[in-house]
């Protein structure tokens, strides 16, 4: 079970209250990301913040604007945002009971796995999530977490419940608008039976372990032939040339990596740290005069 649980309270049904805490039921570890990188240099690609005729921009002056008409913006800043953000609340209420299939699973959003907080809350867990199960009822209820509020769901899972946030009803298109033009009429009846035996041929119990995104497995190793290609790698040595940058800046965080690998220890991709001014100096035929030599160096714009 995580260290952390993503959100701490208690279900409240009527005058009972069962301290619970819940964990993301999902995770995004599957999905190959890449980074894009100046292939020249082999150095990562980073991104400015620029306004249309005026070039880069300090990010204290951005704010966040809501087009009313064209082009035309109410302007807000991030405290103004913030100030209208709900608390999170320590109580979900479970205002509502209704069956399963009266959700459409176009309204399901995230899923959460729900445990009991401690050994007094396990009895009072146990009873709801047995109620639930003998009704086939699922609980509805609003909930609060990091600033907005969601419409969400509880239902039995195993020993435990499972809570999933629900879309609202203008977060979903109709789908009449899309299936109209589909004409409503009855199937032939033999190709229906041809159907149906095909699909009773091919039913099985759902197992998710014998399906595989395809394409993420196809990536994966091409990564891993070119990964043994080492002539399709590029390690840049900051200090490659032997000569200052024009920055006269020299990446900490790139310089502490090698050191690293160095050592023979690893390291891990991470963001850009702090600047120092190299140690190692340029030869004498590319120093600068003197009088350059000890002007400070130009201000880097503000990405």
């Not at 419409?151 to 809570?163: A, D, F, Y």
């Amino acid at each position: 079970m995580p260290a952390r649980a993503y959100w701490q309270g208690q279900i409240r049904l009527a005058l009972v209250s069962i301290p619970v805490e819940i964990y993301s039921a999902t995770k995004s570890g599957a999905a190959v990301k890449f980074r894009q990188i100046h292939e020249p240099t082999g150095k990562p690609i980073h991104y400015e913040k620029v306004a249309e005729g005026v070039g880069p921009v300090d990010p204290d002056d951005i704010m966040k604007g809501f087009e009313i008409e064209k082009n035309e913006y109410v302007l807000l800043d991030q405290d103004e945002i913030d100030s209208v953000k709900l608390e999170s609340k320590k109580t979900l209420e479970l205002t509502q009971f209704v069956d399963a299939s009266d959700i459409d699973v176009l309204y399901y959003e995230k899923p959460y796995f729900v445990v009991p907080a401690d050994d007094l809350a396990e009895e009072a867990f146990i009873v709801l999530r047995e109620a639930l199960k003998r009704t086939k009822k699922v609980g509805l209820g609003q909930l609060a977490m990091r600033g907005r509020e969601y419409v969400v769901s509880l239902k039995p899972c195993g020993r435990g419940m499972i809570l999933e946030t629900l879309r609202y009803a203008d977060e979903v298109n109709r789908a009449q608008s899309y299936f109209r033009e589909i004409p409503d009429e009855k199937p032939d009846n033999e190709l229906l039976e041809l159907a149906e035996a095909l699909i009773e041929k091919k039913s099985a119990a759902f197992d998710p372990q014998e399906f595989h995104d395809r394409y993420v497995d196809a990536l994966k190793d091409l990564i891993e032939r070119k990964r043994k290609q080492k002539s399709n790698r590029k390690i840049i040595d900051e200090d490659e040339g032997g000569g200052r940058s024009a920055s006269n800046v020299v990446d900490l965080m790139a310089a502490l990596k090698k050191s690293m690998e160095k050592s023979g220890g690893a390291s891990s991709s991470t963001k850009p740290a702090a600047k120092k001014v190299p140690a190692k100096k340029a030869p004498a035929k590319d120093a600068p005069d003197k009088a350059a030599s000890t002007r400070k160096p130009a201000a880097r714009k503000r990405a």
